[in-house]
Every structure is written in C-alpha cells, then in structure tokens.
C-alpha cells in the first residue's frame, strides 16, 4: 500500500469514527431530552388531560424514581452486550415509547409510556461515553468522551426549553411524536454508520458494590439526593411559575425555558472551574446561590430586571450542580468510579422525583407562588448537610 493510500484510508477512518461519536452525541441528546422534555409539557399537558399540574409532575417522579432503581444493575448487566445492537435497540424502545405517548389518552398509557424508556436510558448513559472512547482509541478518547457528554448536557439545558416552543407550535402529543421519529432515524444511522466494537468483560457488580460499605461515599450519594430535590421541587414547574406567577403567556413560556438554560452554560462553565478546586466547597458555594435565586422568585416576579437577575442566578446555580455533584461523588471513591458516576445519577434521579413530590404537594396546600420558598428551604438543609459530610472523609 502506497502511502498516499495509507493517508487516505487513515482520513477516511478518522472521519468514520468522528460520525459514529456525533450519532452517539445526538442519540444521547434525543435520550435525555425524553427525561426533561415532559416538564415545559406539563401545563399543557395537564389540560388536555383533564389532571391536575400537581398529577402531572408524577410522571416526573416515575420516570426518575424507575432510573433510580434499575440503573445501575441493568447497567451491569447489559454492559458486556454488543454495544452497536444494544444502542441501537435502545433508540427503537425510545421510538416506540415516544409515539405510545403522542397517543395517550390517559394519565396511566402515558405512564407506561415514561416506565420503559426509563429503563433504558441509564443503560446508555453508563456505556455511551465509554464506546466512545473505545472507537476513538487512546490519544483521543477524552475529546471523543466530552462529545458525548455535550450531547447530554444539551439535553439537560435546551431540551424542556426547545421542547416548550416545539410543543407551542405543534401540540405536546407532536412534540413526543418529532422525538419518536428523530430516535428511528439515529437507529438507522447507528445501523449504517456505526461500526462494530470490541465486547467489554461482564461487569461483577458484586465486587465493585464494596464502595457502598464506604461512610464518606454514601455521606456524598445521600448529600446528592438532597440537592437534586432542592433543584427540582421548584425546577419540574418552573414552566406553571413562570405562567402563574410571573404572568409569562402560555406561547412565550418556551422562550423563557430557553433563556433559562443558556444563562445555565455559566454555571456548567463556572461550575467545572469550581470543582477543580474542592467539590465539596463548590457544592456549598451553589448551594447558597440556588436558595437565593429560588426564594426571590415570587417577590421579584414583577420586577423586571430584577426578576430576570434572579431567575439567571437560580439557571447558572442550578446547572453548575449537575457537573459539581456528579465529581463530588466519584472522587469520594479511590476505585470503582464508573460505578460511582452511576450510582449519582441514581441518587439525582432519586432526587428529581421527591422534588416532583414535594413540588406537587406544594402547589394544592400553600400555593404554586410558595415553590421558590420551598424549595430554597431544602437547599438550606443540603447547605446543613455540607459539614457533615466533611466530617466523614477518611
């Protein structure tokens, strides 16, 4: 082989690879976005329904509380399967489960619509970044790794926002069908394009599960729990705040969501700057910063430029602790960290659907206008929780 030949064959290699990677990014946003989508749907879908807001936030706690449960052992156990045929089976479940709930015409179909992508999802969340890294070998697989994790980071921050102004102009039940179509197409374009790679040893959970002996790891887990509850008592209705109490119209409330999580890039900015430093002293600082934004909420609500001044410092407090809790915990271990990394996203998932709860009750016995006050008491009590933590470290 001429050398001209060995270039060409090596570009096309490298190209090859850089569109398995950007499939993989874009199936991981599609993924993450069926988790997040359903909050800027909820008033909407609330009223078509005929259920309450509060009934609504439930499929919220369901979804988190079934990723919670069956992440990591469906992680474990799915892990060593041919990765090209598990993602792409993966992407079919999603399109399935997203058209079962463009037709739903009750509270319990479109529950079991939200149950089994659930299942699914951590299931790629744990091995995509590592397929990544696998296809694009050793002197690249951070890069390789970071796309991958943009993609969910996109979903975190844009998909409820660009999900709301979707819905807006074509319905709730044409959101969920726009992604149930979008996942069939990443399925056929993971089929064509994405090669095969090499099967990973079966994981022995067993083995790996002595970090759940480990006082300071699970003061961490518990601490996640937490704070991903304080985030999201008010966050799960942030889309009925912004209509009720801040008088935002209906059309506009997408345009809000989006404000919301692009001002949330600082935080994921400042956020990985700050956990650099110390994790824990990062997760104090956002902590205090989230109850301020969430508790000013309603005083401020028509208050203009101040009003928006706070909402941005609850967006950038609230983003900066997905990355900042998610190191806090896998560097409280010294082995096992991929275990570690799923077991808080269990924990956030935990916490994603208590917050629903709360939220929820929040809203029948003292008032939507109360959720900012609530939710700013729960971060304080995260605050609490920070020297007890430190406490523990070996």
Known sequence: MSAYESLTQAASSTKGVGLSIAILASSAFLIVTTEFLIV?????????????ISVAGQLVTLFAFTVMIFGPPLTAALSHLDRKKLFISILLIFAAANALAAVSDSFWLLAVARVVPALAL????????????????????????????????AAMLFGIPVGTVVSNAIGWRGAF?????????????????????????????FKQARIFKEPYFLANVFLSVVVFTAMFTAYTYLADVLERVAGVAPENVGWWLLAFGAIGLVGNW?????????????????????????????PLAHAGLIFCAALGLWG??????????????????????????TTNVSAANAGIGIGAIVGGMTIPSLGVEYL??????????ALALVPIVRKVAP
Not at 40 to 52: C, E, K, M, N, Y
Not at 130 to 148: C, D, F, H, N
Not at 272 to 297: E, Y
Not at 316 to 341: C, E, F
Request: no cysteine.
């Open 40 to 52: 800027g749907l909820l008033p909407a879908l609330a009223r078509d329904l005929g259920i309450s």
């Open 122 to 153: 951590p299931v790629f969340w744990g091995t995509a970044s590592e397929t990544a890294g696998q296809l694009a070998g050793p002197q690249r697989s951070g890069q390789a790794i970071s796309k991958v994790y943009l993609g969910i980071s």
């Open 177 to 205: 069908w726009l992604l149930a179509g979008l996942s069939l197409i990443m399925a056929i374009a993971m089929s064509v394009y994405m090669p095969t790679v090499a099967r990973t040893a079966k994981v022995d959970f």
């Open 270 to 298: 400042i956020g990985g700057k700050a956990v650099d430093k110390s994790p824990i002293k990062a997760t104090a600082l956002f902590l205090v910063l989230l109850s301020i934004g969430m508790a000013a909420i309603a």
């Open 316 to 341: 950038i407090a609230n983003t900066a602790l997905y990355p900042v809790s998610q190191v806090r915990v896998m560097s409280s271990v010294s082995h096992s960290q991929a275990l570690a990394g």
């Open 372 to 381: 900012g006050y609530v939710a700013s008491a729960v971060a304080v009590i």
